[in-house]
């Protein structure tokens, strides 16, 4: 709903009515031009039907923000109260006080059926700055809001507020002036030349104008070829400011290394334990393949070891594990990111915060131990928006440290989409249609859904009861039984399902459309086939209210350390010399949002604003976000712990972590594309910095 009202108000109520507005500013300064009495009579019931249609346009817009406003609350509807609504009430209000009067009064002196020429009195009348003025102020309103419609205002509002206060000025006075002018030579209009040149005079100057301006505006917009992570404005989130970027010159320079400066620290020295034998190695190996999906479809993808997904790393909780990456053929480079896990720094795998991308015929070797369990993935954090995309990622699965395993079949979900000659096909791991698994009856099933993809996808289970038992690896307490219940999973996200297969077929039906095909198949001989006729499942899961409350380390009503503001809005402009529409968060884009400054220990409080029309599922790296309350109310459930906390359109989420993982974090959208535009930002601990770099003369390139 949010996303429907909003839509319509930007791009449709918005430029509706603009245009009425414009076409009433330029029919009002015609009329002490008109031909004769029943011309100028012909031009005043045009003028009023122009207005009266931007009447009806500005009441909509006016009925959605207040819509918004109730059902939604003051956060997501803050900058249209503030900015757009007086750019509607305050002109109508003129215009109906000063401008609807006089036209009235034109209006009652004229005859349909009466040709004479106008009198001097007409065109003083039909010029009269107090009709004028207010029509054509209004139409400048109505271009300032559609702007700020499409490049929405953002904290400090004071900043945008003094900008349109200057503009509204600028063109009051201006259009005032051209008012009395007009009223002036009401008696005898400018000759054709002359209205040319003026015409042709202020279109150079404002075409002069916005070409400066688009040009700086470009050029602030490109990435530059070197910066360092370091290098950001902070964001103190109202806590303690510390000293945050002191020693970049020398971390870019190579002035410093381990250990050489009192309460500096590089990510380099964040690692996991370097001795020891590993009780699990890995090696992966990035490379080029054509795949094949079980329909036949080829997909020219990026592989780990030649396959897709990559390798399931199947690991035990509190192993000791080594990864060496190798990088055959992608010639970008390649890292590997462990998505969920809350690592040491510098094994986070991101190129350019916390180590330098691995380039054709390079090695990397990853060591951490594992100290969670649960479901995750791992992915190249190198060029992630195309790397992941084309193939290069996998599963990753850590069992419990001592008991065995509950369940007697344990089946990871992947879902991706990928690209093919016959264009984007979806599929759960490499099967694009519903893979047949066999179950024997009274078998508990576990099934570990990842969504490998961007978007927002759903999961439907039909012929058992099921139960959600884990969130992004992290165990719900006392989950309950669930049927015909529809589950979102946004990009990056997790859900474990558990159900004891009854003597009939199991189904999960996978993706957004009802006429998509995907998914499993359970049954005891392995041979079923999906039904033709799906259900189309009940209530969409609310995790926010499932299972049961427990005891947790901190509450919404706890003293937080630190508190931030996430604003995730629309804005147009330039990213990296491109112009369109962007996705912004708290007004602006990477390299440009603030980063995050905490110091170890702290408790931080982050609240997400989503006020675009799509849904963005925000990722933190190296820690767990306890969700506090979704949309002002409380979670009631059991404790609802997350690493990508997928936030739909008009959504508003808090959440809490505790800051015990020192490092340069990223915090980013999960939709990888979004990411890729400039919705990227990070959080960074006090004293901590990177001898890598990012940028267009660098191999580092994260998003």
Same mark, same amino acid.
């Not at 009235?104 to 004229?110: D, Y």
């Not at 209004?138 to 490049?151: D, E, I, N, T, Y």
């Not at 392995?526 to 033709?532: K, R």
């Given at each position: 709903?949010?996303?429907?009202?909003?839509?319509?108000?930007?791009?449709?109520?918005?430029?509706?009515? &603009?245009?009425?507005?414009?076409?009433?500013?330029?029919?009002?300064?015609?009329?002490?031009?008109?031909?004769?009495?029943?011309?100028?009579?012909?031009?005043?019931?045009?003028?009023?039907?122009?207005?009266?249609?931007?009447?009806?346009?500005?009441?909509?817009?006016?009925?959605?923000?207040?819509?918004?406003?109730?059902?939604?609350?003051?956060?997501?509807?803050?900058?249209?109260?503030?900015?757009?609504?007086?750019?509607?009430?305050?002109?109508?209000?003129?215009?109906?006080?000063?401008?609807?009067?006089?036209?009235?009064?034109?209006?009652?002196?004229?005859?349909?059926?009466?040709?004479?020429?106008?009198?001097?009195?007409?065109?003083?009348?039909?010029?009269?700055?107090?009709?004028?003025?207010?029509?054509?102020?209004?139409?400048?309103?109505? $271009?300032?809001?559609?702007?700020?419609?499409?490049?929405?205002?953002?904290?400090?509002?004071?900043?945008?507020?003094?900008?349109?206060?200057?503009?509204?000025?600028?063109?009051?006075?201006?259009?005032?002036?051209?008012?009395?002018?007009?009223?002036?030579?009401?008696?005898?209009?400018?000759?054709?030349?002359?209205?040319?040149?003026?015409? !042709?005079?202020?279109?150079?100057?404002?075409? =002069?104008?916005?070409?400066?301006?688009?040009?700086?505006?470009?050029?602030?917009?490109?990435?530059?070829?070197?910066?360092?992570?370091?290098?950001?404005? !902070?964001?103190?989130?109202?806590?303690?400011?510390?000293?945050?970027?002191?020693?970049?010159?020398?971390?870019?320079?190579?002035?410093?290394?381990?250990?050489?400066?009192?309460?500096?620290?590089?990510?380099?020295?964040?690692?996991?334990?370097?001795?020891?034998?590993?009780?699990?190695?890995?090696?992966?190996?990035?490379?080029?393949?054509?795949?094949?999906?079980?329909?036949?479809?080829?997909?020219?993808?990026?592989?780990?070891?030649?396959?897709?997904?990559?390798?399931?790393?199947?690991?035990?909780?509190?192993?000791?594990?080594?990864?060496?990456?190798?990088?055959?053929?992608?010639?970008?480079?390649?890292?590997?990111?462990?998505?969920?896990?809350?690592?040491?720094?510098?094994?986070? =795998?991101?190129?350019?915060?916390?180590?330098?991308?691995? &380039?054709?015929?390079?090695?990397?070797?990853?060591?951490?131990?594992?100290?969670?369990?649960?479901?995750?993935?791992?992915?190249?954090?190198?060029?992630?928006?195309?790397? $992941?995309?084309?193939?290069?990622?996998?599963?990753?699965?850590?069992?419990?440290?001592?008991?065995?395993?509950?369940?007697?079949?344990?089946?990871?979900?992947?879902?991706?989409?990928?690209?093919?000659?016959?264009?984007?096909?979806?599929?759960?791991?490499?099967?694009?249609?519903?893979?047949?698994?066999?179950?024997?009856?009274?078998?508990?099933?576990?099934?570990?859904?990842?969504?490998?993809?961007?978007?927002?996808?759903?999961?439907?289970?039909?012929?058992?009861?099921?139960?959600?038992?884990?969130?992004?690896?992290?165990?719900?307490?006392?989950?309950?039984?669930?049927?015909?219940?529809?589950?979102?999973?946004?990009?990056?996200?997790?859900?474990?399902?558990?159900?004891?297969?009854?003597?009939?077929?199991?189904?999960?039906?996978?993706?957004?459309?009802?006429?998509?095909?995907?998914?499993?198949?359970?049954?005891?001989?392995?041979? !079923?086939?999906?039904?033709?006729?799906?259900?189309?499942?009940?209530?969409?899961?609310?995790?926010?209210?499932?299972?049961?409350?427990?005891?947790?380390?901190?509450?919404?009503?706890?003293?937080?350390?630190?508190?931030?503001?996430?604003?995730?809005?629309?804005?147009?402009?330039?990213?990296?010399?491109?112009?369109?529409?962007?996705?912004?968060?708290?007004?602006?884009?990477?390299?440009?949002?603030?980063?995050?400054?905490?110091?170890?220990?702290?408790?931080?409080?982050?609240?997400?604003?989503?006020?675009?029309?799509?849904?963005?599922?925000?990722?933190?790296?190296?820690?767990?976000?306890?969700?506090?309350?979704?949309?002002?109310?409380?979670?009631?459930?059991?404790?609802?712990?997350?690493?990508?906390?997928?936030?739909?359109?008009?959504?508003?989420?808090?959440?809490?972590?505790?800051?015990?993982?020192?490092?340069?974090?990223?915090?980013?959208?999960?939709?990888?594309?979004?990411?890729?535009?400039?919705?990227?930002?990070?959080?960074?601990?006090?004293?901590?910095?990177?001898?890598?770099?990012?940028?267009?003369?660098?191999?580092?390139?994260?998003?």
């Amino acid at each position: 709903m949010f996303a429907v009202l909003n839509e319509m108000d930007t791009y449709l109520l918005s430029v509706l009515l &603009m245009f009425y507005l414009l076409m009433a500013g330029r029919r009002a300064g015609s009329l002490a031009y008109g031909k004769d009495r029943r011309h100028l009579l012909r031009q005043v019931r045009r003028l009023r039907r122009s207005l009266a249609y931007a009447g009806v346009m500005a009441f909509l817009r006016i009925t959605v923000f207040v819509t918004l406003w109730m059902e939604y609350g003051w956060l997501l509807i803050r900058d249209k109260i503030l900015f757009l609504l007086p750019l509607i009430v305050l002109p109508a209000i003129a215009v109906r006080l000063f401008s609807v009067p006089r036209l009235a009064a034109i209006t009652s002196r004229l005859n349909p059926q009466d040709d004479a020429p106008l009198t001097p009195k007409d065109r003083r009348a039909a010029a009269d700055p107090g009709l004028l003025f207010p029509i054509q102020f209004a139409a400048v309103c109505g $271009v300032l809001g559609f702007w700020l419609s499409l490049a929405s205002p953002h904290m400090p509002f004071w900043k945008d507020g003094a900008a349109v206060c200057l503009v509204l000025a600028a063109s009051g006075i201006w259009l005032w002036w051209t008012c009395r002018a007009r009223y002036d030579q009401a008696l005898l209009r400018p000759r054709l030349s002359r209205r040319l040149l003026r015409g !042709a005079a202020v279109t150079l100057v404002l075409a =002069g104008g916005a070409a400066v301006f688009l040009w700086n505006e470009w050029k602030a917009s490109l990435l530059p070829d070197r910066m360092v992570m370091t290098g950001h404005a !902070a964001d103190f989130g109202g806590g303690v400011e510390f000293a945050h970027a002191a020693a970049d010159h020398h971390v870019r320079h190579g002035m410093h290394h381990a250990g050489d400066a009192a309460g500096l620290v590089s990510v380099t020295e964040l690692t996991g334990p370097r001795d020891g034998e590993p009780d699990r190695r890995f090696v992966l190996t990035a490379r080029k393949a054509t795949v094949r999906l079980d329909s036949g479809a080829e997909a020219e993808a990026w592989t780990f070891n030649g396959q897709i997904p990559g390798p399931e790393l199947r690991i035990r909780q509190g192993e000791l594990v080594e990864v060496v990456l190798i990088n055959e053929d992608i010639e970008k480079g390649v890292t590997i990111h462990w998505h969920g896990l809350n690592v040491p720094n510098a094994e986070d =795998g991101v190129a350019g915060m916390t180590q330098d991308a691995v &380039m054709p015929g390079e090695t990397h070797t990853y060591r951490f131990r594992t100290e969670q369990k649960g479901t995750y993935w791992y992915h190249s954090h190198q060029q992630s928006s195309v790397q $992941v995309a084309r193939g290069l990622f996998g599963p990753l699965i850590i069992e419990p440290q001592s008991a065995p395993p509950e369940e007697d079949l344990d089946i990871p979900v992947v879902y991706h989409e990928w690209s093919t000659a016959d264009g984007r096909i979806p599929a759960i791991g490499r099967s694009d249609g519903f893979a047949r698994w066999k179950a024997a009856p009274g078998e508990k099933v576990r099934l570990r859904l990842i969504n490998a993809d961007n978007n927002l996808q759903h999961f439907h289970l039909s012929g058992a009861p099921f139960r959600v038992v884990a969130i992004d690896g992290n165990d719900i307490h006392q989950p309950t039984d669930l049927t015909n219940a529809r589950l979102k999973l946004g990009g990056g996200g997790r859900y474990d399902l558990v159900f004891t297969m009854p003597d009939h077929p199991v189904v999960l039906k996978a993706g957004t459309s009802t006429k998509q095909r995907l998914g499993l198949v359970l049954s005891e001989d392995g041979l !079923a086939e999906a039904p033709q006729d799906l259900p189309a499942g009940g209530p969409f899961f609310n995790p926010a209210s499932y299972g049961s409350p427990q005891p947790v380390p901190f509450d919404r009503n706890s003293r937080f350390d630190r508190e931030f503001v996430i604003d995730m809005h629309n804005s147009i402009g330039f990213y990296n010399g491109r112009f369109g529409l962007l996705l912004a968060m708290n007004g602006e884009v990477f390299p440009n949002i603030p980063t995050l400054m905490v110091r170890e220990g702290e408790l931080v409080k982050v609240t997400f604003i989503n006020r675009t029309a799509i849904d963005h599922p925000m990722h933190l790296h190296g820690h767990h976000m306890l969700v506090l309350s979704r949309n002002g109310k409380p979670v009631t459930g059991s404790p609802w712990w997350t690493d990508t906390l997928d936030v739909e359109p008009g959504e508003i989420y808090e959440v809490g972590f505790q800051a015990n993982n020192p490092g340069l974090w990223m915090d980013h959208c999960h939709n990888l594309e979004h990411a890729a535009a400039g919705m990227a930002m990070h959080l960074a601990y006090e004293g901590v910095t990177t001898p890598y770099e990012v940028g267009r003369a660098t191999n580092n390139h994260p998003e």
